[in-house]
């Protein structure tokens, strides 16, 4: 198709004379991952400052800045696992107790869940879906909307868990790990508060 100018006059896409090649792929890569306007760096600030309110601007249709959630949901994730092999962290310094047997239980339990977080995180995401929709049916958002509620939610408080997960080599020494355990929780319901609360207000 042939057209003036920088951009088509029927859909707006821009001009590109030059094939695809392994450089324009890097470039789109990075461009992607760390612009600022748009990406996954933008959508993980947002995530952060305003989360709510951002996904329900999301599937409102305000999507050109955003990374869609399932792939943001794939980043974090590959990044946790990644992370996860690479440290090979023991669990049983979070579980301290006067019980050997529950120790080993809840290294076992939570070691399983963090070698496998990537499926253990999808396998809870239908969960969570109902749960919300069934929860705020009144609110009209039919549950497709809810998976993207949860699927952008899931996503971030895996990244969530990427900083408890680096907290906990830079500061192990500093602080008693099952204290830093609970710190955790009560940042990732806060967190899970908040969002809802923006989204559904």
């Not at 951009?7 to 695809?20: D, P, S, Y």
């Not at 792929?25 to 760390?34: P, S």
């Not at 497709?144 to 192990?172: D, M, P, S, W």
Request: hydrophobic share 45%.
């Amino acid at each position: 198709m042939l057209f003036e100018g920088n951009f088509c006059n029927n859909c707006g896409q821009k001009h590109i004379e030059h094939r695809l090649n392994a450089p324009f792929i890097w470039k789109d890569l990075i461009e992607g991952v760390f612009n600022f306007d748009s990406g996954v760096f933008f959508t993980a600030m947002q995530l952060s400052l305003r989360p709510g309110y951002s996904i329900r601007s999301f599937i409102e249709g305000k999507r050109v800045n955003y990374t869609s959630p399932i792939a943001y949901l794939i980043i974090t994730a590959s990044i946790f696992g990644l992370l996860y092999h690479f440290f090979e962290p023991n669990f049983a310094e979070l579980y301290q107790t006067s019980s050997t047997q529950f120790r080993n239980l809840g290294e076992q339990i939570i070691g399983s869940i963090y070698s496998h977080y990537t499926i253990s995180s999808l396998l809870l995401i239908p969960l969570t879906t109902v749960l919300s929709y069934v929860i705020f049916k009144k609110q009209g958002y039919r549950i497709i909307e809810h998976a993207i509620l949860n699927i952008y939610i899931t996503g971030h408080t895996i990244l969530i868990r990427i900083v408890f997960f680096l907290c906990l080599f830079l500061i192990k020494e500093h602080i008693e790990l099952s204290s830093l355990r609970w710190i955790f929780q009560i940042i990732y319901f806060s967190y899970l508060t908040w969002c809802y609360a923006q989204f559904f207000r």
